[in-house]
Structure formats: structure tokens, C-alpha cells
């Protein structure tokens, strides 16, 4: 299994960038799909992640800024990033989880300049 995730890139402080991550599965199989984070010298951490039915959750530090989607029918998920902050710098990892076990895409890194 694959996930191909967007490049990422560098934008300004308030501005907008989406991510989006390419499956080579049917993701409707991953019983939640997610993405997360990993700031140079902390912890990786969720952001966001969406279920098969499509509940969502949100990290507080990217409620109300961030949305997650999904389009069951390209077998992707998206990562809109609204009001961007200079603490939102970091590399962001697509994850799909199944019975199983878990996959991750590679990093693509943001940057959010002030």
C-alpha cells in the first residue's frame, strides 16, 4: 500500500495551503485515514484524522483553521490549512490505518514563513 502525498511548500503567515494524499487502495479498507505532524525537535503528533463514515477530529491547536476530507471515489484525503501560523511549520505525514496495521506516506514538509 502507498500513500502519495502532495508537495508541500512555503507560504506566508494567514495564508492557505492544501495537501493532499493519493492511495493506492480503496480507502474506504482503512477504518481512519490522518494525518499528522512533526515540528523540527518535537514529537510527531495527529492533526486530523476522518473515519470510513466520515467523523472528524482535530488537534485544539488546528481546530476552526484546519479541514480534513476525503473523496472515496479518487481514494484520496485532503488537508486544507487555513490561517496559517508560523507554529504550523513542519513535515506532515498522511497515515491510513486498517485491521491490521498502519501505513504512512512520505513527509512533505511546510513551512510557514512570518
Known amino acids: 500500500v502507498q500513500l502519495q502525498a502532495s508537495r508541500g511548500g512555503t507560504v506566508q503567515a494567514g495564508g492557505s495551503l492544501r495537501l493532499s494524499c493519493e492511495v493506492s487502495?480503496?480507502?474506504?479498507?482503512?477504518?481512519?485515514m490522518g494525518w499528522h505532524r512533526q515540528a523540527s525537535g518535537k514529537q510527531r503528533e495527529l492533526v486530523a484524522h476522518?473515519?470510513?463514515?466520515?467523523?472528524?477530529y482535530y488537534a485544539d491547536s488546528v481546530k476552526g483553521r484546519f479541514t480534513i476530507s476525503k473523496d472515496n471515489a479518487k481514494n484520496a484525503v485532503y488537508l486544507q490549512m487555513d490561517s496559517l501560523k508560523s507554529e504550523d511549520t513542519a513535515v506532515y505525514y498522511c497515515?491510513?490505518?486498517?485491521?491490521?496495521?498502519?501505513?504512512w506516506g512520505q513527509g512533505t514538509l511546510v513551512t510557514v514563513s512570518s
Open positions: 487502495r480503496n480507502i474506504l479498507s482503512f477504518y481512519v
Open positions: 476522518i473515519t470510513t463514515g466520515g467523523s472528524t
Open positions: 497515515r491510513g490505518v486498517d485491521r491490521a496495521t498502519e501505513y
